[in-house]
């Protein structure tokens, strides 16, 4: 496995039919802390990696928040409204964020695992 890089990447759900979906890679410092603050949505979602917190400070939109192990298994769901500050997951160490709603659309709980490709490395998973 190679080490993430920021950019563009595809997500696949185990379990789930149809295409791979949109997901943006945040890995370095900047990139994390950035996040979707000032943005109006996103398509797809938005990788954090390393993270196990996330907060919704200055967010214009609510956001489904899925905490990922070091397998990429969904280790706990949560919807977060803009204001709010998360605590820390215990054993997370990945952070899937999307729109509210999609989580469940894709069907993202707890046990199902996720698959990463990186456009940039061809990686799938973190170093």
């Known amino acids: ?3 993430w890089r920021d950019g563009a990447a595809t997500l696949t759900v185990e379990g789930r039919e ?12 900047r990139a994390r802390t950035r996040g979707l603050l ?3 949505g996103i398509v797809g979602a938005l990788l954090l990696s390393p993270a196990n917190c996330v907060h919704t400070v200055r ?3 609510a956001i489904d928040v899925a905490y990922l192990d070091r397998e990429l298994r969904v280790i706990g769901v949560r919807t977060m409204r803009p204001g709010r500050l998360g605590l820390p997951r215990p054993r997370a160490r990945h952070v899937l964020e999307a729109e509210a709603g999609a989580l469940r659309q894709w069907g993202l709980r707890p046990g199902v695992r996720v698959a990463v490709l990186s456009g940039a490395t061809g990686a799938v998973g973190p170093s």
């Open 1 to 3: 496995m190679g080490q």
């Open 59 to 61: 967010m214009r939109f």
């Open 38 to 40: 000032d943005r109006d």
């Open 18 to 29: 149809g295409s791979p979906l949109p997901l943006e890679i945040a890995a370095s410092a």
